[in-house]
C-alpha cells in the first residue's frame, strides 16, 4: 500500500474490542416485504395506490357482507374504522368529522411516539359489529385518531422503513447471540414513521436485555421496544406444513387463539399422543377446538359410560364408542375380547330394564356388529440369525 506521495506504507492493523459486535452482511430480501400488510405489490411514490390492497392478497381478510346495504335514514356514518399493520396486528382508530376512508386506503395513524402507517381494512358498520364482538367501547377516548390519508413523503419513510426489517432482524439474532442472552428474535416491525421497531422474541425463561437494548438504540438509532410472544405466535408469523399437509392455520386465517385442553381429544376419542396432538409449535393443535362443540352435542344423548349392563350372561362393561355412528361397544366381564356394538336407543332401552329390576336374555340379541379382539402374538425368537435359512 502507498501514500498519496507514492512512498510504500506498511499496513496498520486497528485494535478489534472483545465486545465489540461483529459485523454481518445484508442480507437480501427477495419477496415483497409488504405480503406481510395484506399488498399485492410495493406501493409506489409517483403513481396512485388504489391497488396495492386487494383482498385475495390478504391472510386476514374479512367479506363486507353489509357494502350491499343502504344505511336508515338520518344514521350517521359510524366514524371508526380498522387498521392493519404487519402480520396480525390490527386496530381500530376514529376519523375525523370531514374524512371518508374506504377499504384499502393507506393511512397515517396515531402513535406513541410519532405516527404510524397502515392500511384500512374495514370500514362502515361492518367495523361496527366487529367491535361490539370484541367488547370495545366505541365511545371510549381512548381510541386513537387517524390524521391523514398518507402523503408521498409518509409512503418514502413506510418503503424505507418495511426494506429494513429483514436485515435489522438478523442484525439483531446476531447481537443478541454475542452477548449470550438465551432468547430467538421472531420478528421485527417498523414503525411507519421510521422512529420506532418492535422486536418480537420467545425465550423460556426471563431474559435481561437491557443490555440489548442499548446496543439495538445504537446501531439502528430508533427506539426500541421488546415484546415476548408465546410458541403460537411464532409458528404464526414463521409459517409452515403441518402434520395434515396444509400451511398452518395460524398463518393463514387464524387471528386470535384459543386455550386448547386435552379435554377437546378426549371427547373425540383420540389417543392421548403427545406427538400426535402437538402442532408445530410444540403446543396441543388449534384444530382439536374445531369440531369440539359438535361433539359435544352428539354425546348429549348418549348414556353413562359407567352402568354396568346387566343380562341373564353376566354384566357388560362399555369398551369405546363410535359417536357419530350412535353406537356403544360393551363386552362381558369373563370374555373382555368379544366386543358387541349396540345401538345407543337399545342401550337406553336395557337400562331401563335393568332399573325395573328385569334381566334381558344376552347383548347379542340388540347388537348391530361384532368384533373379536385379536390376540397377542409374541415377538420372541424373531431375532434369531437363521430365522430366514429355510426360506
Known sequence: MENVEGIPVEP?????????????????????????????????????????????????????????????????????????????RKDYFRM????????????????????????????????????????????????????????????????????????????????????????????????????????????DDRVDFRELIKVLAEEFKVRIEMRQIGARQEASRLGGIGSCGRELCCSTWMSDFK?????????????????????????LKCCLNYEFETYVDAIKDFPNTEILLKTKQGEAFHQKTDIFGQLMWYSYRDNPSHLLAIPIDKVKLILEENKKGNLVDKLEDFSRITEKKADFESGAGQEDLTRFDHL
Not at 385442553?261 to 403446543?283: D, E, F, I, M, W
Open 12 to 88: 496498520q492493523e486497528t485494535p478489534v474490542e472483545e465486545t465489540q459486535i461483529p459485523a454481518i452482511r445484508p442480507v437480501p430480501f427477495k419477496e415483497n416485504p409488504f405480503l406481510s400488510r395484506g399488498c399485492c405489490q410495493p406501493p409506489k411514490l409517483y403513481q396512485k395506490n388504489d391497488i396495492v390492497f386487494q383482498h385475495r392478497c390478504s391472510k386476514f381478510d374479512a367479506f363486507d357482507w353489509m357494502k350491499d346495504l343502504p344505511l336508515p335514514p338520518r344514521h350517521k356514518q359510524f366514524d371508526i374504522v380498522e387498521v392493519r399493520f404487519k402480520n396480525s
Open 96 to 203: 375525523a368529522p370531514d374524512m371518508e376512508l374506504e377499504v384499502g386506503d393507506i393511512v397515517a395513524v396515531e402513535a406513541s411516539p410519532g405516527h404510524d402507517i397502515g392500511i384500512v381494512t374495514m370500514a362502515g358498520e361492518l367495523a361496527r359489529f366487529q367491535m361490539r364482538k370484541k367488547n370495545m367501547n366505541t365511545a371510549s377516548e381512548e381510541i386513537k385518531k387517524v390524521y391523514r390519508k398518507a402523503r408521498l413523503t409518509d409512503i418514502e419513510k413506510w418503503i424505507s422503513a418495511v426494506e429494513e426489517e429483514n436485515n435489522t432482524m438478523h442484525q439483531s439474532r446476531v447481537m443478541a447471540e454475542h452477548l449470550g442472552l438465551q432468547m430467538k428474535i421472531n420478528d421485527v416491525e417498523y414503525q411507519g414513521d421510521h422512529t420506532k421497531a418492535i422486536f418480537y422474541y420467545t425465550a
Open 259 to 283: 386455550s386448547v385442553t386435552t379435554n377437546s381429544a378426549r371427547v373425540q376419542q383420540l389417543s392421548l399422543n403427545p406427538q400426535k396432538l402437538a402442532g408445530q409449535c410444540g403446543k
